[in-house]
């Protein structure tokens, strides 16, 4: 599903658009559009396969009778290329017309919900008992939101260049609340504004919602990072939503973006912005850093520090195999079709084959980055942090810098999703935010 075109870009709105989660229409027209053109795909892959195992033996009898038998194999090919066709064609038309007439009639109706009541409730019904990650307060549209986050991680960049409703709009939350851009909307949502910010980027295939994980109402230790930091210092925490199918360099681009109209129009003057990524979050994080130029004088005074958790900096191994295993496919013929699945990956996906590389002395001007890694394994042993890391990121690669200024730290004994919700690594966000702010007595 992966293209040759560039991307197409969604810069144009999306924040600025004000759009938040697609309506029960959109997400419906989205899915059929995605399902045709998944049909066309996996087709198109049968078609290819069926078509490198029906050559051995018609090059092979070819072969021992100087092709004789060529007008056999060209009727054969003729009638499997137009069934072939006919099955890629008939199923993408058939859902893409369904989409045509869910959007036809989402137009059409006053309220988006009369087409799940026309289902009988039954497209919501089902969503509620698709198995993703419980979060607090998990709701049918939590699930979607979720469900939609995952499926915008492997196809997101198709998703733009089609334009499907499904795909993920970035703009920034707040406690579950989409946060308005503009002056009179940003001072009716926070009418008690702070001075500093705090931003946190989830990683590729999840929304905000992944910052709750592992959260447990017996141990309050364990609550969102957002909510203890708001508890323990005088700031404002925000969460990113964006498309991680996308490229870093895209969805950077567009962060740095919807940041400056956001500090521009901030109730009160900014004093200070904290970036927290997480894996691909990080990334984005600190390409946006990098992006800052002359033009961004606002940022550059106002971003403060970068933590990356558990961010592939230097590339994450699981990316590298899949491109090694696409391209060793694509060697053979018989193993092509193989190949082109391993190729249907986003662009986001691909960026993190090589990270962004380590840190280097002009990255982040003043910035200061905190680089935070883990191990699945003890620290003591040293093939565990080097090679499997924290299951997809290796410490080295989480901690790669080149500057020597980056503050930097291995945990043990941490997977790659502990990181977004764990005690001791909240400890480390308080020195962070200590730098600037006092913390609160309790």
């Known amino acids: 599903m992966n293209t040759d075109k560039p991307e197409h870009s969604t810069d144009h709105g999306t924040a600025e658009r004000g759009r938040g989660d697609p309506t029960t229409a959109e997400t419906l027209e989205g899915t059929l559009m995605l399902v045709g053109d998944t049909i066309a795909q996996a087709t198109s892959r049968v078609h290819e396969f069926h078509r490198a195992i029906s050559d051995i033996p018609f090059k092979a009898v070819g072969t021992a009778t100087v092709s004789a038998s060529k007008p056999v194999e060209m009727v054969h090919n003729e009638i499997t290329d137009l069934v072939y066709g006919a099955v890629r064609e008939t199923g993408k038309g058939l859902f893409s017309g369904a989409a045509w007439v869910v959007r036809q009639a989402n137009q059409s109706l006053s309220s988006p919900q009369i087409i799940d009541e026309a289902l009988g409730g039954e497209l919501m019904e089902q969503v509620s008992r698709v198995p993703v990650p419980g979060v607090p307060g998990d709701t049918a549209a939590k699930r979607v939101s979720a469900i939609s986050s995952a499926i915008n991680g492997v196809f997101g960049d198709h998703l733009a260049a089609t334009r499907n409703p499904m795909e993920v709009k970035m703009g920034l939350?707040?406690?579950?609340?989409?946060?308005?851009?503009?002056?009179?909307?940003?001072?009716?949502?926070?009418?008690?504004?702070?001075?500093?910010?705090?931003?946190?980027?989830?990683?590729?295939?999840?929304?905000?919602?992944?910052?709750?994980?592992?959260?447990?109402?017996?141990?309050?230790?364990?609550?969102?990072?957002?909510?203890?930091?708001?508890?323990?210092?005088?700031?404002?925490?925000?969460?990113?939503?964006?498309?991680?199918?996308?490229?870093?360099?895209?969805?950077?681009?567009?962060?740095?973006?919807?940041?400056?109209?956001?500090?521009?129009?901030?109730?009160?003057?900014?004093?200070?912005?904290?970036?927290?990524?997480?894996?691909?979050?990080?990334?984005?994080?600190?390409?946006?850093?990098?992006?800052?130029?002359?033009?961004?004088?606002?940022?550059?005074?106002?971003?403060?520090?970068?933590?990356?958790?558990?961010?592939?900096?230097?590339?994450?191994?699981?990316?590298?195999?899949?491109?090694?295993?696409?391209?060793?496919?694509?060697?053979?013929?018989?193993?092509?079709?193989?190949?082109?699945?391993?190729?249907?990956?986003?662009?986001?996906?691909?960026?993190?084959?090589?990270?962004?590389?380590?840190?280097?002395?002009?990255?982040?001007?003043?910035?200061?980055?905190?680089?935070?890694?883990?191990?699945?394994?003890?620290?003591?042993?040293?093939?565990?942090?080097?090679?499997?890391?924290?299951?997809?990121?290796?410490?080295?690669?989480?901690l790669a810098d080149d500057t020597g200024r980056a503050q930097r730290l291995a945990f043990s004994h941490k997977h790659h999703m502990n990181l977004l919700n764990d005690p001791e690594v909240y400890l480390e966000l308080q020195m962070v935010m200590r730098q600037h702010l006092r913390q609160r007595v309790e």
């Not at 950077?252 to 956001?262: G, I, P, T, Y």
């Not at 009160?268 to 990334?283: C, I």
Request: glycine residues 10%; charged residues 20%; hydrophobic residues 40%.
């Open 173 to 398: 939350y707040a406690h579950g609340q989409l946060v308005g851009t503009t002056q009179e909307e940003l001072m009716q949502q926070f009418p008690q504004a702070t001075r500093h910010l705090v931003v946190f980027v989830h990683g590729l295939c999840c929304n905000e919602d992944s910052w709750n994980l592992y959260v447990d109402s017996a141990r309050p230790e364990t609550r969102p990072y957002a909510v203890r930091l708001e508890e323990d210092f005088a700031l404002t925490a925000l969460h990113l939503r964006y498309n991680t199918g996308r490229t870093i360099e895209a969805n950077a681009r567009q962060f740095k973006r919807l940041l400056n109209k956001l500090v521009r129009n901030w109730p009160v003057a900014v004093e200070g912005v904290t970036l927290v990524g997480h894996s691909m979050g990080g990334l984005v994080s600190r390409a946006l850093v990098e992006m800052i130029d002359h033009d961004d004088l606002i940022l550059r005074r106002a971003i403060r520090d970068v933590v990356c958790l558990g961010s592939p900096h230097d590339g994450a191994p699981l990316a590298r195999l899949a491109a090694a295993g696409e391209q060793l496919f694509n060697r053979f013929e018989l193993s092509k079709p193989l190949g082109r699945v391993l190729g249907v990956r986003s662009r986001g996906i691909r960026d993190l084959k090589d990270g962004l590389g380590p840190l280097k002395t002009h990255d982040g001007h003043d910035v200061m980055f905190h680089l935070i890694g883990s191990s699945i394994g003890d620290s003591t042993g040293s093939w565990l942090p080097n090679t499997v890391g924290d299951g997809l990121v290796t410490v080295k690669s989480a």
